[in-house]
Every structure is written in structure tokens, then in C-alpha cells.
């Protein structure tokens, strides 16, 4: 190593460029070998730097996403069922709904990949830039039924406001109680602009007898599912599909 080879290292740590510094020796190589000239030898280890950037910043967000599995659009097995709207999920994949600040509402019976979709969505926009957040819709009211306890509840709704999409898995599961019920109201009211995407074993028009308050209902749905492009999924559970094989199983 050179002096100045030293020295360029010294000045890329004090300037937290380490994307250049974990690339320095090949790049200098190449420099030293002939393969890149002086405006060559700059631009690639701009260019390193920006990719490694960018890499933290796409595993920051992932990490924020709190994804309950990493899953992406390509490797959901589209002729599981042929009952599934497969061009109507493609259409999805390419986010225009999402980037223009509007919702999707995925249902159908229990296992055929709702929640893989949902998540892939999120993850596909995490891919773009976007802030993602996933959580079941239970755990969302049970957090902000703690707000309300300790006094940190417009705090935790900020939180979920601030994603640019918002996935609420398993909505409308259950019976909802006045208190959960107003907290959806607020929520999805605050995020209004912002993208939601919902996950359900009911179909939408089933949802509001599930709102003690026909009124909090009326005004919380109608808005929700009359803005939102709905996706009824159908078919066998795609569960089986991702099960891990025994070798021992015979093929059919």
C-alpha cells in the first residue's frame, strides 16, 4: 500500500464512505492493472458507494416493514388454482394503485394466499422506496387499546399514519368491540390518502355487522371499500403447496 493509498482510505472513513472503502483494494487494482482510467476509477467508486447505500437503506425499511415472511410476487405458484384472478394480482404488482395513495382488499377463504399477496405487495414496494408496515389487524387494535391506557395512543396512531402502505392482515376476523371500532374509524380516517392494504376471510359486505355502531360502520366502510380495489381470491388452500416435501412421499 501507498502513501497516498493510505492516505485516500484515511479520508474515505473520516468521511463515512465505507461503500468506497470495502471496494477500495479491487478498484485500485483495477486502476493500478490499467482496466480503469482516473474519471473511470472516481465514477466506480461513486457508484459503489451509492449501491451500498441504497442496499442499507432497502434492508432498513424491510426491517420496519416487520414482514411476518419475506415473500415476493415471483415465487407465488399462480397455477395452484386456476380460480385464482391471477392478471388482477399481476396488475397489482406494478404498484400504480399503491403509488396513487390507494387501497386494495384482498378475501377469500382461509388459505390461498391472501397473506403471501398482501406481504409481497409490501415487499414489492419496499423494493421501490416505499415505507411498508405489516401487522394483523388484532395486534393494531391491541396496541392502540394500550394507547388509550397509557396515554400514548395519538403517538402510536402517528406510527401507523406514517407508513406510505399499511397492511392490516386478517381483518374483520371477529365481533368488534365500540372502543376497536372507533380506533379503526380514527385510523383509517388519519391515513386517509394513504394506502391500505387488507386481508379478509369475509367478504367486505359482510363487515359491518361486525360494528357494534351502525353509524361508525356506515361512515368507516363505505369510504373504505367504495375506494378500494377489491381482489376476491377463490380456490384450495395454497398452504399444502409450500409445505416441505418428505422424500419419503411417493410422487402422485
Not at 409490501?122 to 394500550?146: E, N, Y
Amino acid at each position: 500500500m501507498t502513501v497516498m493509498d493510505a492516505a485516500l482510505r484515511e479520508s474515505l472513513k473520516a468521511l463515512r464512505l465505507s461503500g468506497m472503502l470495502e471496494t477500495l483494494d479491487a478498484r485500485l487494482a483495477q486502476a493500478h492493472g490499467g482496466e480503469l482510467g482516473h474519471l473511470d476509477f472516481l465514477q466506480v467508486l461513486c457508484q459503489d458507494e451509492i449501491t451500498r447505500r441504497e442496499t442499507v437503506a432497502f434492508q432498513r425499511r424491510l426491517h420496519r416493514a416487520k414482514f411476518e415472511q419475506q415473500v415476493t410476487l415471483e415465487e407465488f405458484d399462480f397455477t395452484a388454482s386456476s380460480k385464482l384472478p391471477a392478471a388482477q394480482i399481476r396488475d397489482l404488482g406494478a404498484l400504480r394503485r399503491l403509488h396513487a395513495g390507494e387501497s386494495v382488499i384482498l378475501f377469500g377463504p382461509v388459505g390461498v394466499g391472501k397473506t403471501h399477496i398482501a406481504q409481497a405487495l409490501g415487499h414489492l414496494a419496499v423494493r421501490q422506496g416505499a415505507h411498508v408496515r405489516f401487522a394483523k389487524t388484532s395486534r393494531i387494535l391491541a396496541d392502540l387499546a394500550g394507547g388509550h391506557a397509557d396515554r400514548t395512543w395519538e403517538k402510536r396512531v402517528r406510527e401507523l399514519v406514517r407508513p406510505d402502505v399499511l397492511i392490516l392482515d386478517d381483518f374483520a376476523m371477529r365481533q368488534l368491540s365500540a372502543a376497536q371500532a372507533d380506533d379503526l374509524y380514527e385510523l383509517v380516517s388519519e391515513r386517509q390518502g394513504r394506502s391500505l392494504v387488507i386481508t379478509s376471510n369475509r367478504a367486505p359486505s359482510d363487515w359491518y355487522p361486525l360494528f357494534p355502531n351502525p353509524v361508525v360502520a356506515e361512515s368507516l366502510l363505505d369510504r373504505l371499500i367504495n375506494t378500494s380495489h377489491q381482489v376476491i381470491m377463490n380456490g384450495p388452500s395454497y398452504r399444502p403447496n409450500k409445505r416441505p416435501r418428505n422424500p419419503t412421499d411417493k410422487t402422485k
